[in-house]
């Protein structure tokens, strides 16, 4: 039995919990930005209906076992104002969000030791709050060790494809060149059919090289194929697909443009590797959302 704190009910967060709540061992409260009264997630398996306890103030929760935070990369900071009331000196911290710095981001926050960063492939939509839909299988791969164990096990009740890997690096660069990818879909806001285009498909081919370089310079093991891999999965992927930075900017929503390419930028800089295809990409991500 376990009792978690589940801060960012969204298209991840909330079926993450409609799946914990499957396990009735498990106290589950979701701290919220925007307020629910239940879950109603699809999945592939069918539909999960859950009722956690949803609060919207920090003051409103006590210590808990698992402080699990899967908001976007950019609102990380605001997600630490629950962390006072809910972390006693046992308390540990899963963050479950693309990108590669997920103990970074929390590290000034929250003892580095009882961190668990979470690599996640799960293709999931929020249509309401608390309303998700899961469009296919999940993965999740956390480092090896005593931290990750308890973390999937979590899960023991969840229809999930979760791991344990002694090279966590790897995982969490492989899954930023799919990502870094996606870019050139949200500056010009069509979807992934726009990787049919000879020049766009190479453009994608220059993110991912620049990240492939930058990654195996942070340590990651990265083939040369990788570019060519990632825009042929595009090509296969349905005409009218769209990642999530797409459909944030579709949206008008915040997008996580640092999180997937200024990284490749900064921590390229950090070891004197260019990266001026995901500069770009920065550049008029920033500009279209801020103008
Ligand atoms: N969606 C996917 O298919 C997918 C797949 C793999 C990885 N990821 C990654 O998973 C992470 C989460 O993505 P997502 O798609 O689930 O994002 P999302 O649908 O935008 O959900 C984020 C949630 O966080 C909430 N939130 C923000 N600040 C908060 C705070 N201070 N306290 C409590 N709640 C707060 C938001 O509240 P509001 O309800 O007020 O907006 C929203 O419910 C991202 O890093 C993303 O890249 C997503």
Not at 50 to 57: F, R, Y
């Amino acid at each position: 039995m376990a009792s978690i704190l589940l801060v960012g009910p969204g298209a991840i967060g909330a079926t993450l919990t409609a799946w914990l709540c499957q396990d009735d061992r498990h106290r589950v409260t979701v701290a919220a930005r925007t307020a629910f009264e239940s879950i109603e997630t699809q999945t592939p398996q069918g539909v999960i209906l859950a009722k956690p306890q949803v609060i919207t103030e920090p003051a409103q929760v006590q210590h808990v076992d698992w402080i699990l935070v899967a908001t976007k990369a950019y609102d990380s900071e605001s997600a630490t104002a629950w962390f006072p009331q809910a972390a006693g000196p046992r308390t540990r911290l899963a963050v479950i969000q693309n990108g590669v710095e997920h103990v970074q981001r929390f590290e000034k926050h929250f003892p580095r030791e009882r961190i668990v960063p979470v690599m996640i492939d799960l293709p999931a939509e929020r249509t309401a709050p608390g309303r998700t839909v899961q469009k296919g299988p999940a993965h999740l791969v956390v480092p090896s060790g005593r931290n990750g164990a308890d973390f999937i096990a979590l899960f023991a009740h969840a229809n999930f494809d979760a791991k344990q890997t002694d090279d966590f690096v790897t995982a969490v660069w492989r899954k930023l060149c799919l990502n870094s990818a996606g870019a050139p879909c949200a500056v010009v806001l069509k979807p992934n059919a726009i990787s049919h285009h000879d020049g766009v498909a190479e453009l994608m081919r220059n993110i991912v090289r620049e990240c492939v370089a930058v990654g195996r310079a942070e340590g990651a093991t990265l083939e040369d194929s990788i570019p060519e891999e990632i825009v042929e999965r595009m090509r296969r992927a349905p005409r009218d697909s769209g990642n999530s930075m797409y459909a944030d900017r579709l949206a008008g929503r915040p997008m996580e443009y640092d999180a997937r390419n200024g990284v490749i930028v900064r921590l390229g800089r950090k070891h004197g590797i260019a990266a001026p295809m995901n500069a770009l990409m920065v550049d008029l991500l920033e500009a279209a959302q801020n103008s």
